[in-house]
């Protein structure tokens, strides 16, 4: 009797460890899917799109059973011990996905976002350098400055717009190299260093 035992927990452990992580997974993949698509489809989806809807939520859920119920089932044929440790783990993982996934889509669509905005900074940054570079061209060169007054002229609006901006990039500069925070910028304002950006961009522009 205590052979036979020994002999239903062996094999109790290695339908545990065959099976267990394939039902972990298939679970915590599908409840976050159904959840992604919720939360996805809670304020952007329109009216008439909940037949397709319906249909790709019983479509993630025959396919997430295809995938558990045989990880289940299969171990608990082999030993009782083993079913009831797996749907224990299993419901642990379906709680755990559905709790985190609102987060883990937060982080990612913040990673995303924070991604993006770094990409137009830099290729803005590439811009600014290839204008100012043509602009010293401009500045450094007299005849330039005689055949192309408006360039110099700071009365007319874009070159006025033009001075303003490589004071902003200056001081967005200055704050990067500083490590200080900037403010968001404000209707009819400059962004830069905690707010003081746009004033010295009006006097430097004056």
């Known amino acids: ?3 036979s035992l020994m002999h239903g927990l062996l094999q109790g452990a290695w ?3 065959l099976c267990g992580p394939v039902l972990v997974a298939s679970v915590a993949a599908t409840v976050f899917v159904v959840r992604r698509r919720a939360l996805a489809a809670r304020g952007s989806a329109p009216t008439g799109s909940a037949p397709d809807g319906g249909d790709q939520l019983f ?3 025959f396919l997430g059973s295809c995938v558990a119920l045989p990880a289940l089932l299969i171990p608990a044929l082999v030993s009782p011990w083993a079913g009831l440790v797996l749907a224990g783990a299993a419901a642990a993982s379906g709680v755990a996905a ?3 996934s609102p987060r883990f889509l937060a982080w990612r669509a913040a990673r995303n976002e924070e991604r993006q905005r770094l990409s137009a900074h830099e290729a803005a940054g590439v811009r600014h350098d290839e204008l ?3 602009w010293r061209g401009y500045e450094l060169d007299p005849a330039c400055s005689i055949d192309y007054p408006a360039l110099t002229d700071v009365r007319l609006p874009e070159t006025s717009a033009l001075n303003k901006g490589h004071a902003d990039r200056g001081a967005a500069a200055d ?3 500083q490590g200080l925070p900037g403010r968001r ?3 009819g304002s400059i962004p ?3 707010g003081t950006g746009s004033r010295d961009s009006r006097r430097s522009a004056r």
């Open 192 to 194: 830069g260093c905690g």
């Open 98 to 100: 559905y709790r985190g």
């Open 132 to 134: 100012l570079r043509r």
């Open 59 to 61: 479509w993630d859920l």
């Open 185 to 187: 910028r404000k209707p």
């Open 1 to 3: 009797m205590v052979e």
């Open 15 to 17: 339908a545990v460890l």
């Open 175 to 177: 704050c990067h190299a």
